[in-house]
């Protein structure tokens, strides 16, 4: 066998090397060849060998046996993604879309040599808008947590970015089971029983089997698996598309189909023996989760054979809660984007393209497959045998593989929200019955989000109301009182101002030092304004006396950043440390002063320059001046995350609102979006410049950028929607009130500039 595909391989290679792309094919005798290689075109269970071109302006594939047609023709301006595949476990392909969504390419490439498809990939990608091929799994995340993509879109990006391809019938896109009720005459979607555990393989769902495979794989000498089969496969898939694609399983079974007992016969039937049989553990296609319901039906009125009972093999039987098929394909999309499902896909996720995927996890997770269907299971390249490669070739194709690895940490989870308001891009709606109020009741929390949201989608419309040259050094922290007549302000000239918004004139100026202040904060009641300093220092200043009244040297460098949560003072300094303190004022009205006890004392690397607070104060996030990121647990005092996603100092970081997410930017010209559970970075967004401070709703960002202007960035889509022009420095400092109508910004220009919403 071997001896026959090297001398197939060795006619082939030579007829290749003595023809080349037939340049008459071009489109236009005015195009500009840029690179010729050898290549076959990947179809399902064949691939045709030929040549590729590479023009200014097309992609060309012209076959050595002129099928399917003389020549494959792309237009470069038309492709929309192109994939980097492994193909036989090697990384030799590429796949070509011409679409956003669709689930199949325009063409899939398998090259000889790793540099011919890095090449061509090259060429390619330089006609693609936005580079869309730079894509990665985590870009995806953030999306599909806000709701901005679907369960089903979610997975297919996944099936993509792990080089599954609907031309590639042993890496076909793979979907997990979700239904695990097929006896019922209705299917309910609210209870937890009815669909299948996430959280487990198809071969861990059942115990006893598990308990059996367990045990031989422990007696099992090295290499250990647990499964004998794979959850993809060309047989699996082809078991459940022989309706549709009777050709491909004729040519995998030799020109025969399989037994009639052994077909695609019912839903019930397949899910039973993928819960009780010895060697079945597969999982689902993309096709259950679809529209078109023809693999379900015997429309070509195949003969697919006679089952023991006597009963000819004809359409798949459906569960009793579906009318049809297209009602059982509609009931299966439904509980794909259930809440249930939403909650618990991140667990599937982690076994099939995650962190469990591989190593002690896998094995903790019984998730262990033969070590042929790896990633680097194998290196064919060392093999000097031609049957011994063949025959290894053979089985990865045959067998089935293991999707790339995607993520190596947690996947984390996505919360379907149960306010009636949800966010703006959510493509999934909230029913009555989830919703904490009823139909004909509006609370006020409702209304206010209402009026947030509705503030967040008009924030391009912020108009410049007034400006004010108050200070005489870039300023550096903005404090307003809750009427918000009185705005207090810090400077780099180390004066804290008080600035009147009714008469627009300076009513106080306080300097506590020689030394910048770097941030401020008026204390619930607004009676005292807190200072932090260049000099180590944090002062305390009554805003009804006029006067210095505490001051606390709480650091040996200068305090960055000062919050105050629930009594507590909680700075950042830039000597490496974020330390928490409890303020207890002073017992006598002769005494004003308080006393401070150190609660925590959060240690760093290096110099801390931003941080903030979840809405429930129990999680802290720290900026360091050499990009790191850091969370921490503040009622334990311990770091959860230290994640160093930043060249360069973190100018600004904030949770959103929800507080399950943070965003950070830097001087490296980038936002990042980490998950607050899980510290894995869901989004990451490259700036023009670097953005130095900004407000953000979870989708929406408002920015001050280093040049001055205000930005308002579309998050998920990773784009600039507006610019408004506003200081003639670096915007440093910018606060927004509750109703997300009134925004104040400070700027290197010595300014404070107060914008208003006008819708």
């Avoid at 590429?94 to 090449?119: A, G, H, M």
């Avoid at 016969?265 to 597969?282: H, M, P, Q, V, Y």
């Avoid at 306080?510 to 910048?516: H, I, K, L, P, Y």
């Avoid at 210095?548 to 460098?557: A, N, S, T």
Wanted: hydrophobic share 35%; glycine share 6%; net charge negative.
């Amino acid at each position: 066998m071997g001896d026959q595909a090297a001398m197939i391989t060795a006619i082939l290679q030579s007829r290749l090397a003595r023809t080349s792309f037939d340049k008459y094919r071009f489109q236009s005798i005015s195009e500009t060849l840029h690179m010729e290689c050898k290549a076959e075109m990947v179809t399902p269970l064949v691939t045709n060998p030929g040549h590729v071109c590479v023009s200014d302006a097309n992609l060309y594939f012209q076959p050595l046996n002129g099928y399917p047609k003389p020549v494959v023709q792309i237009t470069l301006q038309n492709v929309r993604r192109i994939y980097k595949r492994r193909h036989g476990l090697m990384p030799l392909g590429l796949e070509v879309f011409c679409t956003e969504n669709d689930l199949c390419s325009d063409i899939y490439l398998k090259f000889y040599n790793c540099q011919d498809r890095d090449e061509v990939y090259r060429l390619i990608a330089k006609y693609i808008e936005n580079h869309i091929a730079e894509h990665t799994a985590e870009s995806y995340v953030l999306q599909w947590q806000r709701g901005h993509i679907s369960n089903y879109q979610y997975l297919l990006h996944l099936n993509n970015l792990a080089d599954r391809s609907c031309n590639d019938l042993s890496q076909y896109p793979v979907f997990p089971w979700i239904i695990a009720d097929y006896s019922s005459s209705v299917l309910d979607l609210t209870k937890p029983e009815t669909f299948r555990d996430l959280s487990k393989p198809i071969g861990a769902l059942n115990k006893e089997r598990l308990d059996r495979l367990v045990k031989r794989y422990q007696e099992m000498p090295e290499p250990k698996f647990m499964y004998g089969s794979h959850y993809s496969s060309p047989g699996y898939v082809l078991f459940y598309l022989v309706r549709v694609a009777p050709e491909y399983m004729l040519c995998l079974q030799n020109g025969k189909f399989d037994h009639a007992d052994r077909m695609f016969n019912s839903i019930a039937e397949t899910w039973k023996n993928c819960l009780d049989g010895a060697t079945d553990f597969k999982e689902l296609i993309p096709e259950f989760y679809e529209n078109d319901s023809s693999f379900l039906v015997n429309s070509l009125k195949l003969d697919l054979g006679k089952r023991q009972g006597g009963k000819m093999v004809e359409d798949v039987e459906l569960p009793p809660w579906a009318s049809g098929p297209d009602d059982f394909l509609q009931k299966c999309q439904e509980a794909l984007e259930s809440p249930y499902v939403s909650e618990h896909l991140h667990e599937w996720i982690d076994i099939i393209f995650g962190y469990k995927q591989k190593g002690s996890e896998a094995v903790a997770a019984h998730n262990v497959f033969h070590p042929l269907t790896y990633e680097g299971g194998v290196d064919l390249n060392s093999i000097m045998d031609p049957n011994e490669k063949v025959a290894l070739l053979t089985q990865i194709l045959e067998f089935g593989q293991t999707p790339k690895q995607l993520f190596t940490t947690p996947h984390p989870q996505r919360k379907i929200q149960k306010l009636k308001s949800l966010s703006r891009t959510s493509s999934h709606s909230t029913s009555i019955a989830e919703s904490p109020v009823s139909p004909n009741e509006e609370s006020f929390e409702d209304l206010t989000e209402e009026s947030i949201t509705l503030a967040w989608n008009n924030i391009a419309k912020l108009k410049l109301d007034t400006q004010c040259k108050i200070h005489k050094e870039a300023i550096t922290g903005i404090a307003v009182t809750c009427n918000g007549s009185s705005v207090f302000t810090t400077s780099q000239d180390s004066t804290l101002k008080m600035f009147s918004r009714d008469s627009k004139t300076i009513q106080r100026s306080v300097s506590f030092s020689n030394m910048a202040l770097s941030s401020c904060l008026i204390l619930p009641g607004d009676t005292t304004v807190i200072s932090s300093s260049w000099d180590n220092h944090i002062y305390f200043y009554s805003i009804a006396f006029g006067r210095q009244q505490d001051v606390l040297l709480g650091h040996d460098d200068a305090v960055s950043k000062i919050c105050w949560r629930d009594g507590r003072l909680f700075s950042a300094s830039w000597d490496s440390t974020v330390k928490v303190w409890h303020c207890v004022p002073g017992e006598t009205l002769s005494n004003k002063k308080h006393h401070f006890e150190l609660l925590a004392h959060l240690e760093h690397d290096v110099s801390v320059n931003t941080m903030d607070l979840n809405a429930a104060n129990t999680i802290l996030a720290s900026g360091t001046k050499e990009g790191t990121i850091s969370v921490w647990d503040v009622t334990t005092a311990t770091m959860l995350h230290q994640l160093p996603h930043h060249s360069g100092t973190v100018f600004h970081a904030a949770f959103s609102p929800d507080s399950r997410h943070l965003l950070s930017t830097g001087e490296d010209c980038c936002f990042k979006v980490i998950d607050v559970q899980t510290g894995m970075l869901v989004s990451s967004v490259t700036t023009e410049e670097p953005q130095r401070c900004f407000k953000w709703d979870g989708n929406t960002i408002l920015s001050g950028s280093q040049t001055g202007e205000l930005l308002v960035w579309d998050l998920l889509g990773g784009k600039v929607t507006e610019k408004i022009k506003g200081h003639t420095g670096a915007v440093t400092s910018m606060w927004m009130n509750e109703q997300c109508n009134s925004v104040i910004t400070g700027g290197e220009d010595k300014q404070i500039m107060f914008w208003k919403l006008q819708y």
